[in-house]
């Protein structure tokens, strides 16, 4: 189980990676094949987020379960794009407490279904893992989001 670990360990970094490499792009669109003596195009215009639609054809339901004796907070972000079925990798804090992994299942309705269950003697502490796509033609699971679980303290 100690690939597990590792694997989920070495996703986070990936993901982690590839923000930023997606974030260095998109913040200097000019600059690309630039020369050295080339002088910087102008900064593009600030972006203006507007709220996502309401409903869109990639927005997905989510219900989640919590069975806590402590305020618990979770944030789970899955690509639109990925399709059940999904696992999450092992739940760890920084510090390399571990929670039980929860479920993800799609349920009937086509909405995420995230059942956790953290038990008392769980260290209080964000516990972060990544979400996988299982089952992808028998190949390896692919990474399709994370998912980030605050335990606050008694």
Do not use: I
């Not at 597990?4 to 990676?17: F, H, K, N, P, R």
């Not at 972000?77 to 059940?84: F, G, I, K, L, Y």
């Not at 972060?128 to 994370?146: C, I, N, Q, S, Y």
């Amino acid at each position: 189980m100690r690939w597990v670990q590792y694997a989920s360990d070495l996703t986070g970094v990936w993901l982690e990676m590839m923000q930023v490499a997606v974030g260095a792009a998109v913040e200097q669109p000019g600059r690309r094949g630039a020369s050295p003596g080339d002088s910087p195009s102008p900064p593009p215009p600030p972006r203006r987020h507007a709220p996502p639609p309401a409903t869109t054809a990639e927005a997905r339901k989510l219900r989640v379960r919590v069975a806590s004796s402590r305020p618990t907070s979770v944030l789970l972000d899955v690509a639109p794009e990925s399709q059940p079925p999904h696992e999450v990798l092992t739940l760890r804090t920084p510090t390399g407490d571990v929670l039980p992994t929860p479920r993800l299942e799609a349920a009937e309705d086509g909405s995420l279904l995230l059942d956790l269950v953290v038990p008392n003697e769980c260290p209080a502490g964000t516990y972060f893992g990544v979400v996988v796509r299982v089952d992808v033609g028998g190949r390896a699971p692919v990474a399709a989001g994370t998912l980030a679980v605050t335990v606050e303290p008694t």
